[in-house]
């Protein structure tokens, strides 16, 4: 089971941090990735890490400002945004999976969601 936490309300320009709690065996065995669903869009990428941290990736509209990490000694994944624009508000999932792939359908698990909304 994925446990995300750590959204809020926040202004432009301001940052956040998210984390994604997993329970369960074999957490270091798994890609986290992280996605969004803003209101009225379909659920879209926006970063992920390979199993041992050595290699990241991002949506090119996060890019720079963005930064996915995890440590598998706490079975914890983290997403630290900063430079937060109006169009990041959305609901952020993390998910972990087998595959290192920027889609949906690359991940097997998902957590339940958390709002992050930027005010101008």
């Known amino acids: 089971q994925l446990q995300a936490s750590g959204g809020g309300l926040v202004q432009a320009g301001g940052s956040l941090t998210l984390s994604c709690a997993a329970s369960g065996r074999m957490f270091s065995s798994y890609v986290m990735g992280w996605f969004r669903q803003g209101p009225g869009k379909e659920r879209e990428f926006v970063a992920m890490?390979?199993?041992?941290?050595?290699?990241?990736y991002y949506a090119d509209s996060v890019k720079g400002r963005f930064t996915i990490s995890r440590d598998n000694a706490k079975d914890t994944a983290y997403l630290q945004m900063e430079s937060l624009e109006v169009e990041d508000t959305a609901v952020y999932y993390c998910?972990?999976?087998?595959?290192?792939?920027?889609?949906?359908?690359?991940?097997?698990?998902w957590g339940q969601g958390t709002q992050v909304t930027v005010s101008s």
């Open positions: 998910a972990a999976g087998r595959i290192f792939g920027p889609t949906p359908a690359a991940y097997d698990y």
């Open positions: 890490v390979m199993w041992d941290n050595a290699s990241t």
